[in-house]
């Protein structure tokens, strides 16, 4: 059972329920190929999988897994990468245990291979050796046509078991869809309440995997992403494989009307990604020592999509054919319906006029009440010591804060200059932010080493400056030795506002922000709350 890829760690991975804590999730990015690597774990079990992990990253990730104290079972490919070298083996190798997994359709190597159901999405392809107990499970597998065995499937599959004969692990289990077209062995990984997908590249932030090499096809990723990703929910998390652009995630229905490819028909969609002429990833050679043993296996698993490829035509053909019977079959029906819609528009119409007038009448009500919500919508902290004017953002129900540079993932920012304080920073931290809850997520200003969220519960325990003493992190923070922002002249030059003079009081200029002037954190300002600046009102009705 431990082989089965799709129980992966995600037995609890559902959010539909609120008897159970939230899959915990995180999010970390590769500079160099622009890669997002994602963190999944049960917050009971401690079992976690990683999704598209790339090898200069690997101790980052290893690390990330040890402080959070997860139990890596799996590193997850999406398809076979050609603008980096995946880190499943430097895993394997840093945390015992951990197992590599891949479509089958990948031609790659890993410990275990998965593959959606050719046909109807509704069974599970399990590869690999499996202990005697798991030997009497379905070794019988029949279609969802006309109940015939296909004899060139079951050559290929060593058992089929599908979700209902299987344990009750499959309740709750993270769905593979196969989703090709810029590869032949690309998946999607889709939560089981369809609450987030991880797309790979088939379908990118307003765009979409290349299809010009690895056996690419536009016409097959065209169909892949249409059936398998925009059927499911409007509101569904779609975290791609990669961003060029600084975005991290979108939703399905943003996708299905904003994307500017996948929007087209599907000849317009072929013609485009048929003349990108886009240059070779840098890194689509060989790796390093691979040589003649990697050009075998590349080639075997060329051989292997070739042959995959005819079993994927024949599968289009039979879908197509029972599509149009379906569709003669939905004619009849539609006309019905029709009929019995027009009957209750009739209907209707004689209602509308009342409920106008109720609607009306509901509108200024409606009104005050999104007002009020909105005026709570978001609290301002005073968090001063980066700088006196710092102030962190709540969430009113307390599970997001926006930190700024008062606290960063494993860090917090230099006290040096603008009227730094290490030790109001210090209490700031200690007072305002760790006192948060400690599921509540935190968005800071800056990172440096690809990751994206934390919360106040890791950062009390695990940050290394804040978790010291006071005197000790002064102690550290007047010693960094840091040199100065290169554009620090030009920022406070663009940002700074000077305010209309007002008798007996001088302006204040960028200059009174540099070192040397006006030093202390009693500078006017500093506290950050009851402060009412000239917002825009619709950005200060988000403001308590």
Known sequence: MASAALRVAVRRLSQQSSSRAPVLLRQMFEPKSCTYTYLLGDPESREALLIDPVLETAQRDAQLVKELGLKLLYAVNTHC???????????????????????????????????????????????????????RKLIR???????????????????????????????????????????????????????????????????????????????TLYHSVHEKIFTLPGNCLIYPAHDYHGLTVSTVEEERTLNPRLTLTCEEFIKVMDNLNLPKPQQIGLPPGEGMRGAARRLRGQQLEALTRVALMEQRVKELQRQKKELRIEMEVEVALLRGELAGERVAARREEEQLRELLGQQVESHQSSQELREQALE????????????????????????????????????????????????????????????CLIYPAHDYHGLTVSTVEEERTLNPRLTLTCEEFIKVMDNLNLPKPQQIATCFAAQVTVPSAEPGRRLATSGDLLPGRNG??????????????SLDPGVRSLVR
């Open 141 to 219: 597998y029949v279609t969802a046509f006309n109940g015939e065995l296909e004899d060139y499937m079951s050559e290929r599959v060593q058992f089929v078991i599908t979700a209902q004969e299987w344990d009750p692990v499959f309740e709750e289990a993270l769905e593979t869809r196969a989703s090709p077209g810029h590869t032949p062995g690309c998946v999607t990984f889709v939560l089981d309440d369809q609450s987030m997908a991880f797309t790979g590249d088939a379908l990118l932030i307003r765009g979409c995997g290349r299809t010009d090499f690895q056996q690419g096809c536009a016409r």
């Open 380 to 439: 301002t902290r005073a968090s001063p010591g980066h700088t006196p004017g710092c102030v962190t953002f709540v969430l009113d129900d307390q599970s997001m804060a926006f930190t700024g540079d008062a606290l960063l993932i494993r860090g917090c920012g230099r006290t040096d200059f603008q009227q730094g304080c290490a030790r109001t920073l210090y209490h700031s931290v200690h007072e305002k932010i760790f006192t948060l809850p400690g599921n």
């Open 81 to 135: 990468h050609a603008d980096h070298i995946t880190g499943s083996g430097a895993l394997r190798s840093l945390l015992p245990g951990c197992q590599s997994v891949i479509s089958r359709l990948s031609g790659a190597q890993a410990d275990v291979h998965i593959e959606e159901d050719f046909f109807q999405g509704k069974h599970f392809f399990l590869y690999g050796e499996f202990p005697g107990d798991e030997r």
């Open 520 to 533: 202390g954190v009693g500078a006017p300002g500093a506290s950050g709350e009851g402060v009412t600046t």
